[in-house]
């Protein structure tokens, strides 16, 4: 068996930043434990699997160690090979998930524009002791989520200065934790931690802007925003809000184009 693969570091116009993700083309679905496998053979935070569709296509991602419910840069990575290597003519594509319904993605020249849910989040009253404990830092305030906690903070230094006890965090009853503040050169920054799916940190996380852009939009009094992940890699996102559903937006660029053989 031969599958096309492409690596992409999405988020970024440059390769050696944004965050790299693989995209493999099926001509149909094959076993579960062989798509976990590649994954994890890749050992990148998310491998994408596309199957074409008459009209759009069927996606899934996979960490090394799991499937995950949505993921950003591993579908905008996805039109971006679609859009720029494999000749789809149009400047629209649809993906069909399994957990997170239709997802649309629009090219509008060399950027990329995602329609996701929002996934607005919900303050907690109270949070996990150990939470403090892995960031060695105090949090203002802590939200939940669908699937993760959402950390807030005071100053961008502050967010870039966390090194978390990774072990720590992997105890925590979430996919993962977002921590965020106010940026000094956007609107707002944030860092993804997730050592419970194999990704102890994420360089640039689209799903986790379904939550925090929400957030911002609302403390902020504006529906347009500019986004910083300040990961080591680094990326930038633009973004906008429309109630039930959030837009991101980006670029991408290949790294590497291959077969994978089974």
Known sequence: MNIPIYQIDAFTSEVFSGNPAAVCILDEWIEDRLLQSVAAENNLSETAYLV??????????????????????????????QFFYREWSEDKIRFRTRKSGQLMVTKKG??????????PPAHLRTHPDALSRALGVTPKKVYGS?????VVFDSEKTITEIQP???????????????????????????FFAPKVGVPEDPVTGSAHCVLIPYWATVLGKNELHALQVSKRGGELFCGFAGERVRISGKAALYLEGTVTI
């Open 52 to 81: 074409q569709n008459k009209n759009d296509f069927d996606l899934r991602w996979f960490t090394p160690t799991t499937e995950v419910e949505l993921c950003g840069h591993a579908t905008l990575a996805s039109a971006f090979v």
């Open 146 to 150: 669908a699937e993760d906690l959402m």
């Open 165 to 191: 006890d990774f072990a720590i965090l992997e105890q925590l009853d979430c996919r993962g934790i977002i921590i965020t503040a106010p940026g000094d050169r956007c609107d707002f920054v944030s860092r």
């Open 110 to 119: 060399e950027v990329l524009e995602m329609d996701f849910p929002a996934r």
